[in-house]
């Protein structure tokens, strides 16, 4: 099965650039105007009918149904469940094509970490007041979650079709359904504004498109070394 265009992985990574660009140039707290962070994050405290009691909304007191199956969505996109994807698919890419093509499958989700971390800690843009009031001070911008489910789901999805692991028809909505649920999930529990969870979505985006760019170049050049030895091996016998 080909792979995707590279115009077509260029286009995806330079997508994700313009849309991280596009979320960090917001401003969520820009004086009394109604911007579309606080639009969005009235209409999904709208959604709160099953939560605990008025003291839970600013104290972190227990969750109810959708708040718990929330925490569970968005622990799909933590660091331990996405590191130890990334590394299964390029075990199983390495065990196939050798451990060259393997590094790019590896590398997204730190990769997407490690941007992460840097423009969170630039930007420092501050979070949402119910954050803030149950402790969470570090900086918003952009969304951890939704970027690691981003590249992780980028990433995994692409090789598993590329290997034949799964039809596209499968992988993408699985990869997409990862990347949605990592940044809903923190949006759901006012952990962030909306153009965090945007702003990591592309950013994974950006980060799974340029190793899956990698990936493709290292996977060209050859057969893994110890099947090339076999075939010689065969051809010498006969």
Known sequence: MGGAPPVALVAAAAGGVAAFIAAALARPQ??????????????????????????????????????????????????????????????????KHGPAPALPVLA??????????????????????????????????????????????????YAAVREGLAPA???????????VAGGASRLYVDRHWVSDAVGGWGLGTAAAALCALWYERLRGRGVRPGSARRGRVRTAGS
């Open 169 to 179: 028809a499968v992988a993408v909505p699985l990869g997409v359904g990862l990347a």
């Open 108 to 157: 997204a989700v730190p990769l997407g970490l490690t941007a992460h971390a840097a423009l969170k800690y630039t930007i420092r843009r501050p979070r949402p007041l119910t954050a803030r009031l149950t402790g969470k001070r570090t900086p918003s911008f952009p969304s951890g979650h939704a970027a690691r489910g981003a590249a992780a789901g980028g990433m995994i999805g």
């Open 30 to 95: 820009h004086g009394f105007r109604p911007s579309f962070d606080r639009r969005a994050r009235r209409w999904i405290r709208g959604g709160w009918r099953d939560r605990a009691p008025q003291v839970a909304r600013w104290l972190g007191g227990r969750h109810r149904r959708r708040h718990g199956l929330s925490e569970v969505l968005g622990g799909l996109a933590g660091e331990g469940p996405t590191l130890i994807g990334g590394a299964l698919a390029a075990a199983f890419v390495g065990r």
